[in-house]
């Protein structure tokens, strides 16, 4: 519901007023009648103290008229009532809708981003796939992705959208501070983890095969037309995270691993192992 | 715009184009058009896979990128607004750039309407119902 629907008054708010405004009216005009017919009776019977004392059988007859008339028109009120609720019904579904497709195509986001990494056999291919996300479902303008490199402790920058990598330095592994609670999670990235942003990011996401650290991305800055994160954005870090970390690592154990022809027996080795 | 129904494919539904290099975004637009029972979509890779499918069916509207490898989104709306047989043809524009000179330029050269990336599905859903006359 959107906030003009909240500040307007509902339509069942709408109907009560109205059907309100309309009983008020419906009961002066049945004592106006009662008192013009009251007033005609007085004037045409002779003794006036005698016809007083008691309503004329025309008078009962339009009391009890108008009265069935006043049941009538509440069992029509309620019917209104009803389907006033009814429409709002609608409405409440119409949002659940267009919630389930919003969640529809989040899904389907994610389901073609995965397939993307799964079909990326090399580093670049991995990088395209990020940048791709990143830029088009996400709205990032720019990043850095940062390769980790154990031996030496470091953080390398490997790629970068939005400028050269060379201009990113280095960066020692954080062992405190935003960045390390950010790179120290021991698996991919989730949904309510630390966002690890500084000055230098608005965030900073850890890129894991399983529990090995395998790279960063900051994220520096979103394209002019999006401001901010959102909840449809987490779920494709959360994939980056996991399925990124693994696609650089396996595109390059395939780049270093000697070329061996599959063979029946080697594979079922495999198998259940 | 609202086409005529002589230009209709075979099972009774509008053609649609879409042009878009990146290969999850391509399938994202394709996912969202698919939600518009009356449209059938191809997908183009780039502008120059545009024009060969442009050569041989008749698309009702095209939905296209401007940042592509050879023939870019902007080259390909002069070129179709140049050729008589898609000079009506609705073009929607889909792009990162979000700058309102982008946004003119684009309009300028012939494009009926603007969506920037990240895009949201209903909105791509409502601009194309809305440039083809279709009901909501």
Redesign the interface.
């Known amino acids: 519901m959107s906030r003009d629907d909240a500040e307007s008054p509902s339509l069942r708010d709408q109907t009560q007023a109205f059907l309100h405004e309309f009983f008020v009216k419906g009961q002066e005009l049945i004592r106006e009648l009662i008192e013009e017919n009251e007033r005609l009776r007085k004037s045409m019977a002779p003794d006036a103290a005698q016809s007083a004392s008691t309503l004329s059988p025309t008078s009962v007859e339009m009391v009890g008229r108008l009265m069935r008339q006043v049941e009538e028109l509440e069992h029509e009120a309620a019917e209104i009532r009803r389907i006033a609720g009814n429409v709002q019904d609608d409405a409440s579904y119409r949002d659940r809708l267009?919630s389930l497709?919003?969640e529809h195509?989040n899904l389907?986001?994610m389901y073609?981003?995965s397939?993307?990494f799964h079909a990326a056999a090399t580093v670049d291919e991995v990088l395209r796939?990020v940048t791709?996300?990143l830029?088009?479902?996400?709205?990032v303008?720019a990043f850095t992705l940062f390769v980790h490199d154990p031996s030496r402790g470091v953080l390398f920058p490997l790629w970068r959208e939005g400028g050269d990598p060379a201009d990113r330095p280095e960066l020692p592994r954080p062992t405190e501070g935003p960045l390390a609670d950010a790179l120290s999670i021991g698996r991919p990235w989730r949904t309510g983890d630390a966002m690890g942003a500084t000055d230098d990011g608005l965030m900073h996401l850890p890129l894991y095969a399983g529990t090995n650290l395998v790279g960063m991305i900051r994220i520096e800055s979103f394209?002019?037309?999006?401001s901010d994160f959102s909840e449809s954005d987490y779920g494709l870090f959360e994939l980056i995270s996991g399925h990124s970390g693994i696609g650089i690592e396996n595109a390059w154990i395939r780049e270093h691993a000697k070329a061996k022809p599959v063979e029946r027996q080697a594979i079922e080795q495999l198998v259940g192992g | 715009m609202t086409r005529s129904s002589d230009q209709t494919n075979a099972g009774g539904r509008m053609n649609a184009l879409v042009v878009e290099d990146s290969p999850p975004m391509r399938k994202m637009i394709v996912f969202a058009l698919s939600r518009i029972r009356e449209l059938s979509v191809t997908e183009a890779d780039d502008g120059v896979d545009a024009l060969r499918r442009l050569a041989s069916t008749r698309f009702d509207i095209i939905i296209t990128d401007i940042n592509m490898p050879i023939l870019d989104g902007l080259k390909l709306v002069k070129r179709l607004r140049a050729d008589e047989n898609y000079k009506d043809v609705p073009i929607i524009i889909i792009t990162t750039e979000g700058a309102e000179e982008d946004r003119q330029r684009a309009l300028a050269l012939g494009a009926n309407a603007y969506i920037t990336k990240p895009i949201q599905a209903p909105q791509v859903i409502a601009m194309v119902r809305e440039t083809l006359g279709l009901p909501g």
């Open positions: 267009q497709e919003d195509y389907a986001a073609v981003a397939g993307q796939t791709e996300i830029l088009n479902f996400v709205g303008a394209l002019p037309q999006k």
